[in-house]
């Protein structure tokens, strides 16, 4: 493994350990109740010859809330599409967790891994099936105890190699909105 792709591979593993341990350690603790989230965002991706990009995504989870604290082990489908000469896009379907704290205003981080379909704009480059990692913050506001809307930035990752052969990084910067099936 070279050197450059240990951080990578370090992180996607923390990130697959602190799914597990929060799906372990929580089950059966609290409440879990059936959630619903849709995402808006904007991507900003590293390579300078590809354009800003838009994409969606919804996410299926169960929201297991304690006092203060609010875990979210989900699944999550998005969609980007970049622009430019050079942008691809992208089709995600990744797992993960979301971490907050607080009630009516909720700061916390999220993670996910998973699988993912790069399709490169070029007919010279090839679709290729990829490896998907995210991490990033969100703030959440409580409008109702069965909706929350919100915003949020995260770093991605996507093995899936550009034109020069360069794994796909691009950072991504949203809203979002949750809804949650209460009895």
């Not at 929060?22 to 010859?49: I, S």
């Not at 020069?164 to 949750?178: I, P």
Request: charge should be negative; hydrophobic fraction near 45%; include cysteine.
């Amino acid at each position: 493994m070279r050197a450059s792709r240990l951080p990578r591979f370090v992180a996607c593993v923390v990130s697959l350990l602190a799914t597990v341990a929060t799906l372990v350690l929580f089950q059966g603790v609290a409440k879990a109740t059936p959630a619903v989230g849709f995402d808006m965002d904007l991507g900003v991706p590293r390579n300078q010859k590809v354009g800003l990009g838009t994409g969606f995504g919804f996410r299926l989870g169960n929201e297991i809330a304690v006092p203060d604290l609010v875990i979210t082990p989900e699944v999550d489908f998005a969609y980007y599409d970049f622009g430019g000469a050079f942008g691809p896009r992208l089709y995600r379907s990744t797992a993960g967790a979301r971490i907050g704290f607080g009630d009516i205003i909720r700061p916390g981080a999220f993670t996910h891994l998973g699988l993912g379909r790069y399709e490169p704009t070029l007919t010279v480059e090839s679709p290729q099936w990829t490896w998907e990692f995210d991490a990033g913050a969100f703030v959440d506001f409580t409008v109702l105890p069965v909706f929350t809307f919100g915003a949020h930035a995260a770093y991605n990752h996507s093995s899936g190699l550009d034109y020069k052969g360069h794994e796909y990084d691009f950072f991504t910067f949203g809203m979002h909105a949750t809804f949650l099936f209460t009895e």
